[in-house]
């Protein structure tokens, strides 16, 4: 046989990180045989499949050749029908593989959208600056929103840009289109999901472990179910930054109260713990108030058409998130029928993943006994209209036959009779429907055998029973049979989308049925001896790449159907365990969140479906312009009494707790503000000097020789030539916070400690000084301006005046109206509080914040680069001759810069270099 010729890569559709890696192959057969499937393969997967080879291939183990062969055939074979869908996937990438691959790179490129967001709104408006402003900003919009929505992202208010929107709502769109922290949220969020769908596309999500019929062992395939293992990696390594960020920061409270924040999180419901048992509360008496309304529990698992699932041969390359999208929006449908029919239902639904990813949801309702079947009917109907024909479809072809059957037939509108014909009739031909049928048959029988035989045992344990206690005179235990679930009726049309199962309350609680699918989805607790049905592995371990899967495709798992609010329920428990509060009217229901008592709060909200309607809901306050897009904030602040005129007339009319008194409750007394770890702690420790946070990390360890005050600053003060009367007075004058400069150094006592600095750690020592005066004036001017005593424009007020008033301001005089001091500047009228001396104000409270410190930072930087351009190594002040200013200082300088008054000025000016004339 002739020796084998490589190919041509170059002649080959491969990407060049493939050619690369096929490249380091020094196996003519292997070289060949891995370049010509991955030509196959579409390009931007190329190099995902090369790697893995090489992987495989390297490996030091017998036979590493021949497995990654064999991976990459058995992979081509199992991709090979789905390479259309994988070429759409890949065809719609939101952006270049090279950048969707890296997270740093995919961050850094927020910043370039959003400057090319900018730069095409800026020209959008200079082409349309004939229009109105409100027409600008639409079409401003249009085309910004238009270029943004090419990459997926969700652009703000997209799908409602046809209604008479707000113009606010363009500017606050806009503002985030020109964000880079907006876009790198976006970016982040969409190429997480686009990596997990190539995951699952390429088959790297689905059933692991498996059952071989030739080794009659169970095997592994070495992928994951659920979600890929890179998405668990990726929101491990979140998890573990999230908590490395949480025990860094503390909580430091309005009355000084400091926490840490990893403990405050703990105590809240991001603690899995603490959301489980909050759920596992709101189900288990959910179910006894739906004992006492008489209502039946039904369980419902409701599953999405074969398009959705990956491991389907007819899926279309749909996500995760579009099966949700799928589920929510049929559900919606439904909820309203039921809503028009009026059916009252309530309870609870849990979202979970099939092993390839595919949601499915499990819902758990109490309805009337007398209404279940028709909320069956509806929500089945429902549920099953998608893709109906495929459920038909799996039970064989659709043929036709003849038959010959009786049939009415009219005769002259004078009565009927039975007449025999013969038509031809539809029927499945090879169905699978018979075989399931035939299967359930068998598994009835079992059961019913089971059944009966668990019957005749407690029969024959209670005869020895009865016996045994007349021996020992006393009453015989009463043993009953042993339940044994019947099969469910598995081979009806709708069963692969539709379940529905009756709960028996003789055979456990409701609570306790979906128990199993609470811990599942949060943290796996107490499921170490249970087993999927989906993957066969263990539930306590699949927990985290269901979280995961969660967090990739952002899917709410719980909600309470029917359910008052539970934020009033955990706002109201946020108050004082076991205090009462004086309000009578929300003092009931405080007292029901306060123990627990889930049952009594419904009950007093108004009572299950009450919906809107109920007796109280959460108290907002709204900030206008509250973040840097200039949106309206709310924050939650407490509870509040729902007096709406509706809402009052629904509750009367269902006859239940109605609250008619406007009322209200702040839950939230006390305002916490996130910092550093310890720096509460630093903050006490230089509160006489009142140093900002960021400053307080500079230590004498820099070019300074701490000291402790003692035998050895004796010696060091000996040296310098100081005897011991001089040391005491020295030593006194130090501890009193005096400086003292000897032989260009400086020597001072700052918390026990002698410090002795030199030329760099007195520039420093300035630098922190002057830091702090700028700060403090810095909060003062903010202070000022914050209060009534800061002049404020008003030019409205013109219209109040009188003629002579006006007059008076035109001549620049003052006018004193309603307690205020109005005056003219230029066309503009402000006003400030009139100071009334008999009845002072108080001081006006200055509080240096953060804010303060980094811009007096910046400030001083600057003005030490001015400095240094001029060969200075201090900044200097501004010399007044005359009482004007004749030569400008660096510090008023570059407060100037930053305030866009004046231009900066660099080591590049004609006066800096000596040019001069």
């Not at 600008?136 to 840009?161: C, H, S, W």
């Not at 699918?517 to 607790?525: A, E, L, P, V």
């Not at 009217?585 to 109920?614: H, S, T």
Request: positive net charge; contains cysteine; hydrophobic residues 35%.
């Amino acid at each position: 046989m002739a020796n084998p010729i490589p190919l041509d890569l170059d002649a080959l559709n491969l990407s060049s990180i493939a050619k690369g890696l096929i490249s380091s192959i020094t196996d003519i057969d292997d070289f060949n045989y891995l370049a010509s499937n991955l030509e196959k393969v579409p390009v931007s997967l190329q190099s995902r499949m090369a790697r893995k080879y090489i992987d495989r291939y390297t490996e030091k183990k017998a036979g590493s050749q021949f497995r990654a062969n064999t991976w990459m055939r058995r992979t081509i074979a199992r991709l090979k029908p789905r390479f259309g869908v994988l070429l759409s996937i890949t065809h719609n990438m939101p952006l270049p593989w090279h950048i969707l691959s890296s997270v740093e790179k995919t961050k850094k490129h927020a910043g370039t959208l959003a400057l090319e967001c900018l730069e095409k709104a800026l020209d959008v408006s200079e082409q349309n600056q004939h229009l109105p402003y409100e027409k600008i900003v639409r079409l401003t919009y249009e085309g910004v929103a238009g270029y943004a929505k090419q990459f997926g992202v969700n652009v703000p208010f997209y799908d409602m840009r046809e209604d008479d929107l707000p113009q606010a709502c363009f500017e606050i769109a806009l503002l985030k289109l020109q964000c880079d922290k907006w876009w790198a949220r976006q970016l982040k969020t969409l190429r997480k999901q686009f990596l997990e769908l190539l995951e699952i596309a390429t088959g790297q999500v689905g059933k692991d472990l498996y059952y071989d019929k030739k080794s009659q062992k169970p095997k592994r395939r070495g992928i994951s179910p659920y979600s890929s293992k890179q998405a668990q990696r990726e929101f491990s390594f979140a998890q573990a930054s999230g908590r490395q960020f949480l025990e860094m920061m503390e909580l430091q409270s309005s009355d000084g109260d400091v926490i840490n924040l990893i403990e405050a999180v703990k105590s809240g419901m991001a603690n899995p713990a603490n959301r489980r048992n909050e759920l596992m509360l709101r189900i288990r008496e959910t179910e006894e108030l739906a004992d006492e309304m008489g209502y039946v529990a039904m369980f419902y698992t409701i599953t999405c058409p074969a398009r959705f699932h990956a491991n389907a041969s007819t899926w279309d390359g749909s996500t995760p998130k579009d099966a949700q999208n799928y589920l929510t929006t049929t559900w919606a449908r439904a909820r309203s029928k039921l809503n028009r029919r009026e059916l009252k239902y309530f309870g609870v639904r849990v979202v979970e993943p099939h092993a390839d990813g595919c949601p499915h949801w499990h819902m758990m309702l109490f309805m009337p006994k007398n209404k279940l079947q028709e909320i069956n009917a509806i929500l089945r109907w429902y549920f099953i209209q998608e893709d109906k024909n495929e459920l038909y479809d799996r039970y064989g072809p659709e043929l036709t036959r003849a038959k010959v059957f009786n049939k009415f037939v009219d005769i002259n509108t004078h009565g009927t009779h039975i007449k025999t014909v013969e038509a031809c009739v539809k029927y499945h031909a090879g169905t699978e429907k018979t075989k399931l049928f035939k299967i359930y048959k068998q598994k009835r029988s079992e059961w019913g055998f089971a059944k009966k035989k668990a019957n005749e045992v407690a029969i024959q344990r209670n005869k020895e029973e009865a016996e045994k206690a007349k021996v020992e005179k006393r009453e015989p235990k009463k043993f009953k049979a042993k339940n044994h679930k019947a099969p469910t009726k598995f081979y009806r049309t709708f069963s692969p989308r539709f379940d529905a199962v009756k709960l028996d309350k003789s055979k456990g609680s409701a609570a306790a049925y979906i128990a199993k699918y609470i811990s599942k989805n949060i943290d796996g607790y107490m499921l170490t001896d249970h087993v999927d049905a989906d993957t066969g592995e263990n539930l306590q371990e699949q927990a985290n790449p269901v979280l995961a899967w969660a967090s990739t495709w952002n899917i709410r798992q719980f909600q309470f159907q029917g359910s008052p609010s539970v934020t009033v329920w955990r706002e109201l428990r946020r108050m004082p365990k076991g205090k009462p509060i004086k309000d009578e009217i929300i003092e009931p229901i405080r007292y029901a969140a306060d123990n627990a008592n889930w049952k009594d709060y419904v009950k007093l909200q108004g009572g299950m479906c009450i919906g809107r309607a109920a007796n109280f809901k959460s108290m907002y306050e709204d900030t206008p312009m509250g973040n840097d897009y200039a949106e309206v904030v709310r924050r939650i602040k407490g509870v509040v009494t729902n007096i709406d005129y509706k809402a009052m007339l629904t509750r009367l009319f269902n006859n239940v707790h109605n609250v008619t008194d406007a009322t209200s409750l702040k839950t939230r007394l006390i305002e916490w503000t996130r910092q550093l770890k310890g720096t509460a702690e630093k903050l006490a420790a230089k509160a006489s000097t009142n140093v900002g946070a960021a400053d307080l990390s500079w230590s004498s360890g820099n070019n300074c020789t701490p000291i402790a005050v003692g035998s050895s600053a004796e010696l060091i003060l000996d040296m310098v030539g100081c005897d011991k009367k001089d040391i005491e007075e020295v030593k006194k004058d130090l501890n009193s916070g005096k400086r003292i400069a000897v032989n260009g150094q400086t020597y001072v006592v700052q918390d026990g400690v002698l410090q002795i600095w030199d030329d760099k750690a007195q520039i420093k020592e300035l630098r922190r000084q002057s830091i702090e005066s700028m700060a403090h004036n810095e909060a003062q001017n903010d202070a000022i301006l914050s209060s009534d005593s800061a002049p404020t424009q008003c030019n409205n007020m013109f219209y109040s005046f009188t003629e002579t008033q006006i007059s008076s301001l035109e001549n620049g005089d003052t006018v004193i109206s309603n307690g205020r001091v109005y005056f003219t500047r230029g066309l503009d009228l402000y006003s400030f509080e009139k100071l009334d001396l008999e009845q002072p104000k108080a001081a006006i409270k200055i509080q240096v914040t953060e804010k303060h410190y980094q811009a007096a930072r910046e400030q001083y930087d600057l003005a030490s680069q001015f400095a240094s351009v001029d060969g200075r190594s201090l900044p200097n002040s501004t010399k007044f001759k005359k009482g004007h200013a004749d030569v400008i200082g660096d510090l008023d300088l570059a407060r100037l810069v930053l305030s866009g008054e004046a231009t900066a000025i660099s080591d590049n000016d004609w006066y800096a270099m000596d040019l001069m004339a």
